[in-house]
């Protein structure tokens, strides 16, 4: 399974992104999808998760009501829609999948088995 994370880019606080997260290898399994984000110095946390069928999100607290994680398993793609970004939302953000969970959605990142490899986000103020 291979997972490859684009969209990232420099954006000034107050706008918007859209990162996107392809999946292929195989696809015929759906996975838990999550986005993970590292900022510099800082331990890698969980910004969204979305369960196989999307029935079930979590959202960390400090993106809550700004982030929109969705999902067309018929393109295998997952996108996070990050709106009114600040700069403490500055980070690499990486998406990841969960083999194990059907409709629960884990936060931690022990529980994800596939990893892509980033995209860098940038707000300015």
């Known amino acids: 399974v291979q997972l490859q994370a684009s969209g990232g880019g420099v954006v000034q606080a107050g706008g918007s992104l859209r990162l996107s997260c392809a999946v292929s290898g195989r696809t015929s399994r759906k996975y838990g999808m999550g986005w993970f984000r590292q900022a510099p110095g800082k331990e890698r946390e969980l910004a969204a998760a979305?369960?196989?069928?999307?029935?079930?999100?979590s959202y960390a607290d400090s993106v809550k009501g700004r982030f929109t994680i969705s999902r067309d398993n018929a393109k295998n793609t997952v996108y996070l829609q990050m709106n009114s970004l600040k700069p403490e939302d500055t980070a690499v953000y990486y998406c990841?999948?969960?083999?194990?969970?059907?409709?629960?959605?884990?936060?931690?990142?022990?529980?994800?088995?596939?990893w892509g490899q980033g995209t860098l986000v940038t707000v300015s103020s």
């Open positions: 990841a999948a969960d083999s194990v969970r059907w409709e629960a959605v884990s936060t931690a990142s022990s529980d994800y088995d596939y």
């Open positions: 979305i369960s196989r069928g999307g029935g079930s999100t």
